[in-house]
């Protein structure tokens, strides 16, 4: 199916819910530039005070890993388990560590 | 990157196990085509429901009898076109556009829910609306957050959270009418009247008679069946419409149990009428959405010449 008209670029929207948070993805939506991208993303994703900031990105200037990479490209950090705390052997009754 | 192929069995045996795993299936996710086009019509048909939605409600809002209800109302109805656009944004992760969606709306080759063809003729209809069609709305949605696709699980959460006033100011609306003059407790109860069958159609036809349902109950698009929807809607709406003193328009309604009820036949040649393009309001609210859509051009087409000229 061809689409006849322009409804405009695809913009994620990104919501901090309280400050000191982290940012999340919460959807997309439509405008024509970063304006009414920033007003839409109100409209639509914060009728009810659900955030202290607000962030809109161009859809299409995300760069993502795809699933068939996925494996591959996370599988570095998979052998180095020395990474993590519980890799290392600690004397009995040592404490605060 | 060498990336390795990886055959299609072995694919869809990734992807049924993550299903019965319970992990969500992401955007970029390997899906089989069926589960794909599954969900965009399901999706679709849901965003065009909530979007169709607002036209019978929409249509009262300068007629509401207080500016506490018109407030209420504009905001409810606001609500719902929010809906729509959370529902094409998580359709258009699946790789169609929202003007591919709304233009299979307007040539009539998607669907929307054949409750909103029923025509809304006083103001008890926006209390029986709020109350019966979103509250069976509700029913579905709860159920379908736990939907496998994650964006359709995750719009679902922020739906239902969303819901829940719209289904209090309903029942407000029907329960102060129902403790007002003797006329307003006969027009709350004939919009009860005109509105129950409708709404127990909104769960769509009896399991035995639901082609699309056996796949999708399989990938766990949906949940749980039609007729365990609508019961689980019968049993909890009943007690609501007797504490306030309404009475259900099925003479053959039965109480099994405590909490359990029977119903009576469904029309099912009206239900299967209306989805056919035959119900009372079908051509209206088709028509009213395509000129709304094409009133708007000159909103699309002013945006897009200010985002050109902004770029120089
Ligand atoms: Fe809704
Ligand atoms: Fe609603």
Known sequence: MEAKENQGELWEVFLQTKPGQAFKHVGSVHAFDKNLAIENARDV???????????VVPSKEIVAVTANEAEYFFEAADEKIYRHPTFYSMPEGVKNM | MEIIAASTEQLLADFESKINAEIKIEPRDWMPEEYRQNLIRQMSQHANSEVIGMQPEGNWITRAPSLRSKKILLAKIQDEGGHGLYLYSAAETLGVSREELIQALHEGKAKYAS????????????GAIGWLVDGAAITNQVSLQRTSYGPYSRAMVKICKEE??????????????????????????????????PALMMFGPHDSDSPNSTLAMKWKIKRESN??????????????AELIGLKIPDEHLQLLDNETYKHGDINWEEFWAVIKGNGPC???????????????????????????KNKI
């Open chain 1, 45 to 55: 994703y914060t009728r009810r005070g659900e955030g202290t900031a607000l962030w």
């Open chain 2, 115 to 126: 409750v909103f063809n029923y025509p809304a003729l006083n103001w008890a209809d926006m």
């Open chain 2, 164 to 197: 829940s006033f719209h289904q209090r100011q309903g029942y407000e609306i029907m329960w102060r009418m129902m403790e007002g003059t003797k006329d307003q407790q006969q027009m709350a109860q004939d919009a009860l009247n005109r509105w129950w069958w």
């Open chain 2, 227 to 240: 007729d365990q929807l609508r019961e689980k809607f019968i049993n909890k709406t009943i007690p609501q």
């Open chain 2, 282 to 308: 079908n051509q209206q609210r088709l028509e009213h959405h395509i000129r709304a859509h094409q009133e708007g051009a000159w909103v699309r087409e002013t945006a897009i010449e200010s985002a050109q």
